[in-house]
């Protein structure tokens, strides 16, 4: 039973990935805020040389965006990976909550409607914050489930840093 119940998850999550690809493929029209995440990015790791700053804004997922675009990587392709892969995690921890707290046949039905909400995939490969801080709030709370209360204070705190309403 678990390694049937692990196969629907798995295809859960290969199912949305597929869609999220197709999604980021036809690539959609970003929006401003994407461009200034991308630019916060720059000038954090161009020591103000290029891009521009905002001081409202969360840090860490510029962070990574600046830090893709140090290593010589595109920014915008890197942050549309990433909000994919933050997607699928986030996936992931909505199963393992619903499992924990509602049983198997939950966990599989709140993943399936949770991955496929029609503004959840919208911000798949928009490369905003809300994938991230998603998967960081999403994980906090499984950690206080697991009663992992130091690490999900440190985790539910990167959620904030990386979208404050969160």
Known sequence: ????????????????????????????????????????????FSAGQLGFWEPFRPLIHPFLLGLSWNFGLDPFIVGKVLDIIFSLAAIYF???????????????????LFSFTPLFLSFSGAILTDPLALLFSLAGLWLVIRKNYFWAGIILALSFLTRFPH
Not at 4 to 29: D, E, T
Not at 95 to 112: D, H, R
């Open 94 to 112: 909505i199963y393992k909550i619903a499992e924990k707290m509602f049983g198997e046949k939950v966990a599989v039905l709140s993943s399936l």
């Open 1 to 44: 039973s678990e390694m049937f119940m692990k196969s629907k998850l798995f295809s859960i999550l290969g199912i949305s990935a597929l869609l999220r690809i197709i999604l980021v493929l036809l690539n959609f029209p970003l929006w401003w805020d994407s461009y200034v995440y991308v630019s916060l990015g720059k000038y954090m």
